[in-house]
């Protein structure tokens, strides 16, 4: 595949906005996911100087003066990975206050630095927040998905499309990450995630948290890729491990704040008593979870359990990384009561309208699929706007009232507006 660069982040819309509002936006997302390219493409041709602390003399600069580092930096800078230098936050803000324009600083990191309290604090109402993810399919295909605009309008028409089959899972198997993408697939990509789980082990993890196991840590996160899109159990992850459950939860949260696990929380209204409250695992990205986990694209066909797992996780992920560069704001969940009815995802549009996404990876649906669909809309209300199973058929096809049975390629195919 072509170099990411050749590829739109359709979040770069995004950035340009809030550069013109916000004296800084900082770009997080997890390691080779494309933040710099994308600070590098709208920066530099607003004028950017670019400064990265990977470079040791530029951390060692910032960590030992701050604040003359800033003083002497540029109008306009991409600072690139500052979670290598929080000494730096302060004297961002004490800069920003002295001469408080739009746009002086891009800034990047791999690390979720908004969940340590003091650096937080220090941006807060002076910086603008771009969550970045890898590579979206409908970024692959260059052209931007609106499925979230159809799925809350509930605008399914009747329609067959080509079935997916084996390409379905090599998109699985692929992956997001452009680095990877560019790489042949078999042993050279799965060398690559290899590296990549090492580095980010070695570099920004060591530095995030002083652990006793390190070399823990990437057992760990092929223990959670092989449990994603399910619910999450600290007994099943620690079970491997001579390490307590407490220290297994905090390393878990350590793997969230590098952006490689996330916990899907489960929905719930004031009705739903009967719900089931513990949260879902899900690995960032379907392409790492596979290369954790030894599974090809080959051997994915052989072993449907997993591909309906990791099916699961490539269908949140696409979802959360269309929501990134949305106008409105969406938050996601998944549905499970206690007489097992559930729902994939929920996903809630601002406070009024909320919907309902089940995955299905065989070609057929069949109504009993829409089961934990009707339950949602039941608990849900007047503010349900639409279920979909999304399954790996032809046929895009009515269920009932604003429940439809949708092709999975209709996640990054253009569509009716």
Same mark, same amino acid.
């Given at each position: #595949?072509?170099?990411?660069?050749?590829? =739109?982040?359709?979040?770069?819309?995004?950035? @340009?906005?809030?550069?013109?509002?916000?004296?800084?936006?900082?770009?997080?997302?997890?390691?080779?996911?494309?933040?710099?390219?994308?600070?590098?493409?709208?920066?530099?041709?607003?004028?950017?100087?670019?400064?990265?602390?990977?470079?040791?003399?530029?951390?060692?600069?910032?960590?030992?003066?701050?604040?003359?580092?800033?003083?002497?930096?540029?109008?306009?800078?991409?600072?690139?990975?500052?979670?290598?230098?929080?000494?730096?936050?302060?004297?961002?803000?004490?800069?920003?206050?002295?001469?408080?324009?739009?746009?002086?600083?891009?800034? &990047?990191?791999?690390?979720?630095?908004?969940?340590?309290?003091?650096?937080?604090?220090?941006?807060?109402?002076?910086?603008?927040?771009?969550?970045?993810?890898?590579?979206?399919?409908?970024?692959?295909?260059?052209?931007?998905?609106?499925?979230?605009?159809?799925?809350?309008?509930?605008?399914?028409?009747? +329609?067959?499309?080509?079935?997916?089959?084996?390409?379905?899972?090599?998109?699985?198997?692929?992956?997001?990450? =452009?680095?990877?993408?560019?790489?042949?697939?078999?042993?050279?990509?799965?060398?690559?995630?290899?590296?990549?789980?090492?580095?980010?082990?070695?570099?920004?993890?060591?530095?995030?948290?002083?652990?006793?196991?390190?070399?823990?840590?990437?057992?760990?996160?092929?223990?959670?890729?092989?449990?994603?899109?399910?619910?999450?159990?600290?007994?099943?992850?620690?079970?491997?491990?001579?390490?307590?459950?407490?220290?297994?939860?905090?390393?878990?949260?350590?793997?969230?704040?590098?952006?490689?696990?996330?916990?899907?929380? =489960?929905? +719930?209204?004031?009705?739903?008593?009967?719900?089931?409250? &513990?949260? @879902?695992?899900?690995?960032?990205?379907?392409?790492?979870?596979?290369?954790?986990?030894?599974?090809?694209?080959?051997?994915?066909?052989?072993?449907? #359990?997993?591909?309906?797992?990791?099916?699961?996780?490539?269908?949140?992920?696409?979802?959360?990384?269309?929501?990134?560069?949305?106008?409105?704001?969406?938050?996601?969940?998944?549905?499970?009561?206690?007489?097992?009815?559930?729902?994939?995802?929920?996903?809630?549009?601002?406070?009024?309208?909320?919907?309902?996404?089940?995955? @299905?990876?065989?070609? &057929?649906?069949?109504?009993?699929?829409?089961?934990?669909?009707?339950?949602?809309?039941?608990?849900?209300?007047?503010?349900?706007?639409?279920?979909?199973?999304?399954?790996?058929?032809? #046929?895009?096809?009515?269920?009932?009232?604003?429940?439809?049975?949708?092709?999975?390629?209709?996640?990054?195919?253009?569509?009716?507006?």
């Amino acid at each position: #595949m072509p170099d990411e660069a050749l590829y =739109p982040r359709f979040a770069a819309a995004r950035l @340009k906005e809030a550069l013109e509002d916000s004296p800084a936006v900082l770009i997080h997302g997890p390691r080779q996911c494309g933040k710099t390219t994308l600070a590098l493409h709208v920066g530099k041709r607003a004028g950017f100087t670019y400064l990265t602390f990977d470079d040791a003399v530029a951390r060692e600069a910032a960590t030992s003066d701050p604040i003359g580092l800033v003083a002497n930096l540029p109008r306009h800078v991409i600072l690139d990975e500052v979670q290598h230098v929080p000494q730096l936050f302060s004297a961002l803000k004490a800069a920003i206050d002295r001469q408080r324009l739009p746009g002086r600083f891009i800034l &990047t990191g791999s690390a979720n630095v908004l969940l340590l309290p003091k650096l937080s604090d220090s941006l807060a109402g002076r910086m603008a927040i771009l969550r970045l993810h890898p590579l979206a399919q409908c970024e692959l295909a260059r052209r931007p998905s609106h499925f979230l605009d159809r799925l809350f309008d509930a605008r399914f028409k009747l +329609h067959r499309s080509e079935r997916l089959a084996d390409e379905l899972i090599e998109r699985i198997a692929g992956g997001g990450y =452009p680095a990877a993408l560019a790489l042949p697939a078999g042993r050279r990509r799965a060398r690559w995630y290899q590296d990549y789980i090492e580095t980010l082990v070695q570099r920004d993890v060591r530095e995030l948290a002083r652990i006793s196991s390190l070399d823990a840590l990437p057992r760990l996160l092929a223990y959670a890729a092989a449990q994603t899109s399910r619910l999450l159990n600290v007994a099943d992850l620690a079970a491997p491990f001579q390490l307590s459950r407490p220290t297994i939860r905090d390393y878990v949260t350590l793997l969230e704040r590098v952006f490689l696990l996330s916990e899907l929380p =489960p929905w +719930h209204s004031n009705r739903g008593s009967r719900l089931v409250k &513990t949260p @879902k695992l899900h690995i960032g990205d379907s392409g790492l979870a596979g290369a954790l986990l030894g599974a090809s694209a080959a051997s994915l066909k052989n072993d449907r #359990m997993l591909l309906g797992q990791l099916l699961e996780t490539f269908v949140f992920q696409e979802l959360r990384r269309e929501a990134s560069w949305h106008d409105e704001a969406h938050e996601f969940f998944h549905f499970r009561d206690r007489d097992a009815y559930e729902v994939d995802l929920v996903i809630e549009r601002g406070s009024r309208l909320l919907a309902g996404v089940e995955v @299905k990876s065989s070609a &057929t649906v069949a109504a009993s699929d829409f089961k934990g669909l009707r339950r949602l809309k039941e608990a849900a209300g007047s503010r349900f706007a639409c279920g979909v199973v999304l399954y790996d058929g032809e #046929m895009t096809a009515s269920f009932g009232e604003n429940l439809h049975a949708v092709p999975i390629r209709s996640l990054w195919e253009k569509g009716d507006r």
